[in-house]
């Protein structure tokens, strides 16, 4: 079976700096690797996912993941932290039949 | 057709009573989905149809839990005898099938039940 392990359940970076958030998912076959943000009492965003194409994956608000397959991580990246991403960020793997198998998720708090 | 919509957004119910939740998906979608989030944990997959055909249901979903698409447009979602167990954030989401594109998920914004 597909899983999804969420390096982190909390991370913090200040205003400014890089955010990196860790992803890794077993899979035996290709897979389709998404990653979600979700607001307090909101439901879930789509940032990004990865189809077998690029492996450098671009997602809305500037954030980016690259797809390693020798790693099996999928990691979402953001040069510049914004107030306004402080969110609960989920790394999902789609499995057979389309179903997203989800990770535990990483709270990110922004620090001014 | 803006997204996919849920109702109610809230729903407060007594042990034991039963509750519905409706979910309409975008309209070209032929998939839906339901997961149930509980609070600090990542949504978990409940069952999920193709048009009106209920493809896969998940070890969560208890005899107590009923999903249907009638006419393969919106879904409702049945928990009989609620439990104090069953309070969580019922999320729907939709899909078009379509390898190229990965399965363009969207979901709603999700039904918040609390079982008291």
């Known amino acids: 079976a597909q899983s999804v392990t969420q390096l982190g359940s909390h991370v913090s970076v200040s205003e400014g700096a890089l955010v990196l958030l860790r992803c890794n998912y077993s899979?035996?076959?290709?897979?389709?690797l998404f990653w979600y943000v979700q607001y307090p009492n909101q439901g879930l965003q789509l940032l990004l996912k990865?189809?077998?194409?690029?492996?450098l994956v671009k997602g809305i608000n500037g954030f980016e993941a690259e797809f390693k397959k020798s790693e099996t991580s999928f990691h979402l990246t953001k040069p510049s932290a914004h107030m306004s991403d402080a969110a609960e960020y989920f790394c999902?793997?789609?499995?057979?039949?389309?179903?997203?198998?989800f990770g535990q998720g990483t709270e990110l708090s922004v620090k001014p | 057709d803006t997204g996919v919509s849920q109702d109610p957004r809230h729903k407060i119910t007594k042990r034991g009573q039963n509750v519905t939740f409706r979910c309409d998906p975008i309209?070209?979608?032929?998939?839906l989905y339901w997961y149930r989030q509980t609070l600090g944990q990542g949504p978990e997959f409940l069952t999920y149809?193709?048009?009106?055909?209920?493809?896969?249901k998940s070890r969560l979903l208890s005899d107590r839990f009923s999903a249907e698409r009638p006419k393969g447009s919106f879904s409702t979602l049945e928990i009989q005898r609620t439990e104090q167990g069953d309070s969580a954030m019922y999320l729907c989401?939709?899909?078009?099938?379509?390898?190229?594109?990965?399965?363009?998920?969207?979901f709603g914004s999700g039904t918040r039940l609390t079982v008291v």
């Open positions: 989401a939709s899909s078009l099938v379509d390898i190229r594109t990965g399965y363009g998920y969207t």
């Open positions: 899979s035996s076959v290709p897979p389709y």
């Open positions: 990865y189809t077998s194409a690029a492996t």
């Open positions: 999902a793997v789609s499995e057979g039949g389309g179903k997203l198998i």
């Open positions: 309209s070209e979608h032929n998939r």
């Open positions: 149809f193709q048009n009106e055909a209920q493809l896969e």
